[in-house]
């Protein structure tokens, strides 16, 4: 038996089922790690951020992804899109972006998992927060070493755990309404769009992620109806997890100013007594253990593919002989992710924003091309793509006009990096040339020292 992608069938796939839960913790786990935008933008601007941001920038990526995997459910997802509808050079840099940006979210995860055990160790020496984050990278690799369908159980059950503290929580941020959860509307040191700029990294970071899991597609049962569904039911519950909570913190609580890294514990401990504080901080350290968990999935895979088409070193096509999975990609990233761990969340969450943005203009990129272009029968997919689950029921000009706040955002993001608070930031800005450079200096390394045979790829439309 074969997956998706052409090769020999591997251990058990991941269920429809399994995948909705996995494409909800790669996208959120809960609402940890937005508190610092309340503080930074002002409570009233960083809850409509929250609202619009599904709309403008989740439901069209998730949309495009959704028509694209059910089109194209090959394993490599995304990066395969690129390089089907531009050619190698394109394909690569999508890929590179998206791994890229894996790292930069995998290591806030990890972080996030460190903050959170302060809650019991408020002293932890920085030595010992690193040493805790990188022992959860590990353990994460050793996980997905074992394959997706452990994974998928993982996630699963985690994801349960987590909604109970936040619902404890909002129960009793309700039930003690005492502040207007929108006032201030804007923090009184920044006007609303620098207010809205300010908080705009994390929200991208917070609604990103749904192309993440497309490069497992060989290793979900029926991918092409399968990512449709969990993309449909991964966004509304991403957006009640994080809107709806921090209202009824916001309510209950107040004290916007004081919201920064962590701050849901806080929150509850005041709304619900110390029993609640541990288990919202018990949380954090459930929800970012399967964040990081399940994007590994999709951050191990990729170079995996890409090494079997030739655009990536050799060595990193190599597979577990039982379970499947790349062994070496596995030890790589976590070695990448243990160095990131050293990192701020802040720092790291806009780095991901300013390489996912790009990466996600490809992604609408690609749709764009492959629509007006779609052969007769996929050779990989096996259907005829006017059969496809799911079709946007949209025509060009109206795929094209969905992209447009995409778009925007993205450059807002890319001036707010480099020009925070109306003031050229030099070394941020060489820091975003050099990650930019960096795919092109790679796609030529690795093609000079790639030995396996790169597969041919239907030429792009004319």
């Known amino acids: 038996m074969e997956n998706a992608s052409g090769r020999a069938g591997n251990p058990r796939r991941a269920t429809t089922f399994q995948l909705v839960f996995m494409t909800y913790s790669v996208i959120c786990s809960g609402a940890y790690g937005l508190e610092e935008m309340v503080s930074g933008s002002g409570p009233g601007i960083a809850l409509l951020t929250l609202v619009v941001l599904p709309f403008v920038w989740a439901v069209p990526i998730a949309l495009a992804c959704a028509e694209l995997s059910a089109l194209y459910p090959v394993e490599g997802g995304y990066y395969r899109w690129a390089r089907r509808a ?46 805790v984050a990188a022992a959860l990278v590990w353990v994460a690799v050793f996980m997905n070493w074992r394959g997706i369908r452990l994974v998928g159980t993982t996630s699963v059950v985690l994801t349960i755990l987590i909604f109970f503290p936040f619902l404890a ?12 959860p929108l006032v201030p509307f804007v923090t009184p040191e920044k006007g609303p769009l620098s207010a809205f700029a300010a908080g705009l990294g994390i929200a991208i970071w917070l609604y990103s992620g749904f192309e993440k899991l497309t ?8 991918p092409s109806r399968a990512f449709p569904i969990a993309l449909a039911i991964a966004v509304p519950m991403a957006a009640g997890s994080y809107i709806i909570p921090t209202f009824a913190a916001l309510a209950g609580h107040g004290h916007w100013s004081d919201w920064g890294e962590s701050y849901f514990s806080t929150a509850a401990q005041a709304l619900g007594g110390p029993a609640l504080g541990m288990a919202m901080a018990a949380g954090g350290l459930i929800s970012n253990s399967c964040l990081l968990m399940v994007t590994i999935l999709g951050q191990s895979r990729l170079p995996m593919v890409m090494a079997e088409d030739g655009l990536f070193p050799r ?3 190599r597979r ?39 990466a996600y203009l490809l992604i609408f990129a690609s749709l764009l091309r492959l629509r007006s272009h779609a052969p007769e029968r996929d050779a990989a997919s096996g259907a005829a793509p006017e059969k496809a689950p799911f079709r946007i029921p949209l025509g060009t000009p109206g795929l094209a006009l969905m992209t447009v706040p995409s778009v925007i955002l993205s450059g807002m993001v890319i001036v707010e990096s480099v020009w925070p608070d109306g003031a050229l930031d030099g070394l941020q800005a060489v820091v975003d040339l050099l990650v930019f450079a960096s795919g092109p200096a790679t796609y030529v390394l690795f093609r000079r020292i790639a030995r396996t045979r790169v597969p041919e790829v239907p030429a792009p439309p004319a």
């Open 169 to 180: 929580m909002t129960l009793l941020g309700l039930a003690r309404f005492a502040f207007n």
């Open 320 to 358: 577990h002989p039982r379970f499947g999975t790349p062994t070496v990609s596995l030890i790589v990233g976590g070695i990448a992710l243990s160095l990131l761990a050293l990192v701020r969340f802040s720092y790291l969450a806009g780095l991901f924003a300013i390489v996912q943005v790009l």
């Open 215 to 222: 490069t497992n597609a060989g290793e979900v049962e029926r």
């Open 315 to 317: 060595v990193f096509a």
């Open 86 to 131: 531009f050619g190698d050079f394109t394909g690569y840099m999508a890929g590179w972006l998206v791994w890229l940006a894996n790292l930069a979210t995998n290591g806030t995860f990890a972080v996030l998992f460190a903050n959170y055990l302060k809650y019991w160790y408020p002293d932890l020496p920085r030595s010992w927060h690193w040493a």
